[in-house]
């Protein structure tokens, strides 16, 4: 049998390889969702508890909402630059995700859900919709840990698969907790189409098995992808949490701005 080193090289079988890259890929992206579970951070237990005065505030809303929405404006406009999916059964595949995040029924968008969403508990929003263009006009108003996660989307993105799954396989964990903790202080907002048609239907799961098995498919194909796909996914995962740190900032601040002037 073939080793991974000295000698025994020359008798590598390719169909090893690929088997050895899948099962490599698949056990490393479980991994990183142990380390990097979105809902262990302290963000959404210290929303959770925050006292209603706080998280009623329109400008503390409007702070949450712009760099969530950002986070989310960045990965879902950088799907469309995936490589690798580009023979036309993948094509199909890859579609259905826009489909998921932009084709909703009646022209709506997961985007506009989301900012309805945070309108309707009062949030005096930062950025209209359309503002939400280019990622370099975008982090002029941002934080640097957010603007670092944007920057990354659209670069690391369309390099390799790798990100387009970190952030698949985590989105369920992380938009659950941002649901409970809201609906402490709003009990409606879980209920709000943004999460319920995502739970309901569990679009969010569909994608992370989507990535995972599109992405096995293309590391079946060509192994040498692996190392590139695992790097880059590990650097999105710990940029995201440099974006739960900053909502985590934003909470705290809120806390002091009130304690202030009280
Ligand atoms: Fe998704």
């Known amino acids: 049998m073939a080793t991974h080193g000295g000698l025994a090289l020359k008798e590598w079988d390719s169909d090893e390889v690929e088997a050895d890259a899948v099962n490599d890929f698949k056990s490393e992206m479980l991994a990183l969702l142990d380390r990097h579970r979105p809902s262990r951070m302290p963000f959404f237990r210290r929303l959770a508890a925050l006292p209603f005065a706080i998280v009623s505030d329109p400008e503390f809303l409007g702070e949450v909402h712009l ?14 630059y995936l490589p690798h999916l580009d023979n036309p059964a993948l094509r199909k595949r890859k579609l259905q995700i826009f489909i998921d995040d932009d084709g909703l029924a ?4 997961h985007h506009y859900q989301l ?22 006009e975008l982090c002029q108003h941002l934080d640097a840990e957010t603007a670092h996660f944007v ?30 903790a809201f609906a402490v202080h709003f ?68 806390r002091r701005r009130r304690a202030r002037r009280l």
Request: charged share 25%; hydrophobic share 45%.
């Open 67 to 80: 760099v969530y929405q950002a986070a989310m404006h960045a990965t879902r406009a950088a799907v469309y």
């Open 106 to 109: 009646g022209g709506d968008t």
């Open 115 to 136: 900012s309805r969403a945070f309108r309707n508990i009062g949030a005096n929003i930062l950025l209209e919709d359309e503002e939400f263009g280019s990622h370099e």
């Open 151 to 180: 920057r990354l989307a659209q670069k690391l993105y369309s390099r390799s698969l790798g990100p387009w799954c970190a952030v698949e396989v985590m989105s369920v964990d992380w938009m659950k907790a941002l649901a409970e």
């Open 187 to 254: 009990p409606a907002f879980e209920h709000e189409p943004y999460f319920e048609d995502c739970f309901s239907q569990h679009v969010e799961e569909r994608h992370a098995d989507e990535s995972l098995t599109v992405t096995a498919m293309v590391l079946q194909q060509r192994p040498e992808l692996l190392a590139e796909t695992l790097r880059d996914a590990k650097m999105m995962a710990e940029a995201l949490d440099g974006v739960w740190n900053n909502l985590d900032r934003v909470v705290q601040n809120a």
